[in-house]
């Protein structure tokens, strides 16, 4: 894939394996977001990686969260000490983290703590309070940001990109569409919001209206036509608008008819037809 266009995206708060300047980079599936180095493909990939975003690693593609730069988020147990004022256990005993746990070891004891929820409506609130309580000292970072500069596209997208990765995906919505509102070719957040309305909100509409829209303004931009050709098979079941989409990879980069991800593509195509 072919992130030909460079960004001013600053990674102030953010990881440095997520945060990636200039590379190539080729094909298959990462769960998280560290891009691996490169191998054929040309990108110049932004400082801030794209959420729910299918990259093309050097050993293969991964559908990731999107070019979704994590915070430097660890587990201030000093706060939430503070009070634990609407449950009797504190959030660190409800998630069962230590102090010093990264963004993501947070994300996965959510995760693992949702599971042992089963169901359990009242034992699933108190998870999602202790997680945002936990996290809440990097996301008042990334609101002060924008109330120092309320049109700072930077700024605004960092928090869409934070409420996207904790999984708050109405008020991500929103923030996308303010970025999109102050620049109306951010590719990062046409991609991320394209990813959200066709994975979480079932808007396939929407998706596809934002997915056209970024390449015409980036037609080589690799990774967003294999999203759109998801897209385009899995929600709107057009197998001929899905493998023309890929076809126009294989056009721009012919190294890729053979990968592993593509194969798998067509495959599945095949199957549907």
């Known amino acids: 894939h072919s992130l030909n266009n460079s960004s001013s995206m600053s ?45 093309l ?74 997680f945002r309580r936990l996290v809440s000292a990097g996301e008042d970072k990334f609101k002060q940001a924008i109330e120092e500069g309320p049109e700072d596209v930077t700024a605004v997208y960092n928090y869409a990109n934070f409420l996207q990765t904790i999984e708050d995906f109405d008020a991500s919505e929103i ?36 997915y056209s829209s970024l390449i015409e303004q980036n037609p080589q931009d690799i990774d967003a036509l294999f999203n759109w050709a998801l897209l385009k098979k899995d929600g709107f079941k057009d197998l001929k608008a899905a493998n023309g989409l890929m076809d126009k990879i294989v056009k721009i980069n012919p190294g890729m008819a053979d990968h592993d991800l593509v194969l798998e593509f067509r495959k599945s195509a095949a199957m549907q037809s």
């Not at 977001?33 to 990939?45: C, G, N, Q």
């Open 57 to 130: 690693s050097k050993k293969n593609i991964t559908t990731c969260v999107g070019r979704v730069s994590l915070p430097i988020v660890r587990c201030s147990l000093a706060r939430e000490e503070a009070k634990a004022d609407q449950y009797d256990e504190k959030p660190g005993m409800i998630l069962r983290v230590s102090r010093g746990t990264t963004f993501l070891g947070l994300l996965s004891a959510r995760k693992q703590a949702r599971a042992q929820a089963q169901g359990d409506e009242e034992q699933t609130k108190k998870v999602e309070w202790a």
């Open 175 to 210: 923030m996308y569409r303010k970025v999109l509102d102050l620049d109306a070719a951010n590719v990062d957040a046409l991609n991320n919001l394209a990813m959200l309305l066709h994975e979480q909100k079932g808007d396939f509409e929407g998706a596809d209206t934002l």
């Open 11 to 55: 990674p102030t708060l953010f990881s440095p394996r997520s945060v990636v300047t200039s590379s190539k980079i080729q094909a298959k599936k990462v769960v998280c977001v560290p891009v691996v180095a490169p191998r054929a493909l040309k990108t110049s990939v932004r400082c801030v990686l794209r959420i729910s975003r299918v990259y």
